[in-house]
């Protein structure tokens, strides 16, 4: 397996100096986590949608795969927000990949290796077995632990090397990163946009009020 971390190494030019880990910053972001991807025409990945394309509002949450409060979020909040808000049509939702570290960067490109189908699914399994994956942070394992996900959800191993072996396909998701947290002007994980205005890490009850508040308007 680690023949693909140089193959996607490119993508990630200037990580902080190669040590920064969410558990020890609390999910803040650091100021040059990565550096700006340096083929202009590299373009950016799209946006993973969940829900009617049409709803009145529209959740945006910005989050990190090894970001420790970004799982909780999605195992305490998310479920309930998908049964009252996404799925009765009131809500769309967009979930945008942060990344601070090759862990990160990894698990959004085994997200996405699968397509728009199994999207949402591999989101729900890398979330809820983030201490798993991660480990004691070695790297080889971290990646064939990812692979095992893939694999979970359907995926053979041939595809994911060819997706994993992507250059331009980490460098797009990098590049989204990037141009839309540079644009909301996002600074820690979870954050959100609930409606255009954006909010920080809350409960489902806050989540919900802020929710109603915008389809009251």
Not at 65 to 84: G, I, M, R, S
Not at 131 to 144: A, F, N, Q, S, V
Not at 175 to 187: G, L, S
């Amino acid at each position: 397996m680690n023949r693909f971390i140089p193959m996607i190494a490119a993508a990630l030019i200037a990580l902080g100096g190669g040590a920064y880990f969410m558990s020890q910053n609390n999910g803040t972001v650091p100021g040059v986590s990565l550096a700006m991807a340096e083929d202009a025409a590299v373009e950016p990945a799209k946006d993973m949608v969940m829900g009617d394309e049409n709803a009145p509002v529209t959740v945006i949450e910005y989050a990190s795969y090894t970001c420790p409060h970004c799982a909780n979020w999605h195992e305490d909040v998310f479920t309930k927000l998908k049964a009252d808000y996404i799925d009765t049509g009131k809500v769309k939702f967009i979930h945008r990949e942060v990344f601070f570290d090759r862990f990160g960067l990894w698990a959004g490109m085994i997200a996405r290796c699968g397509g728009d189908m199994r999207y949402f699914g591999l989101n729900d399994l890398i979330y809820s077995t983030q201490k798993e994956w991660i480990g004691e942070g070695d790297p080889t394992l971290i990646l064939e632990n990812l692979r095992k996900i893939g694999r979970k959800a359907g995926m053979s191993n041939e595809e994911m090397d060819s997706c994993m072996g992507d250059e331009k396909f980490a460098q797009s998701l990098v590049a989204a990163y990037q141009t839309n947290a540079t644009a909301d002007e996002i600074n820690s994980t979870p954050s959100f946009i609930i409606g255009g205005e954006k909010f920080s890490n809350m409960s489902y009850e806050d989540f919900a009020a802020a929710i109603d508040a915008k389809l009251a308007e």
